[in-house]
């Protein structure tokens, strides 16, 4: 089992930037990959993007390419997603997710583990 628990979520001006962090533990050692997703009100969950845990290459959705940014911290077995020039657009809940398979993918059914989301609102 990993447990996954996001925090830096909040309210921010459209241009502006937030840090969201997820911090795992447990069984992390089988975790592969790392991603986030986000759901906004009334729209599917989707894919925002996704790291390669021990390589650390990344996987972006297109609308955020340039914006937002993955990384992580392996000895605070951490990643972050880093996001900058936000839009109202971007206004959702954000979740992490971890993946026990090999595979950087999109498809939120993928994903092993989910923690409790956070709270992201931009507004205009």
């Known amino acids: 089992q990993v447990y996954l628990v996001e925090s830096g979520g909040g309210l921010v001006q459209a241009g502006g930037s937030l840090r969201l962090s997820c911090a795992a533990s447990g069984r992390t050692a089988s975790t592969y990959i790392m991603g986030w997703f986000r759901r906004a009100p009334g729209k599917e969950r989707e894919f925002v993007g996704g790291?390669?845990?021990?390589?650390?290459?990344?996987l972006y959705l297109d609308s955020v390419k340039g914006r937002f940014t993955i990384s992580r911290d392996i000895a605070k077995n951490t990643v972050y997603l880093q996001m900058n020039s936000l839009k109202p657009e971007d206004t959702a809940v954000y979740y992490c997710?971890?993946?026990?398979?090999?595979?950087?993918?999109?498809?939120?059914?993928?994903?092993?583990?989910w923690g409790q989301g956070t709270q992201v609102t931009v507004s205009s």
């Open positions: 790291i390669i845990w021990n390589v650390g290459s990344t």
């Open positions: 997710a971890a993946r026990s398979r090999i595979g950087l993918v999109s498809a939120a059914d993928e994903y092993d583990y």
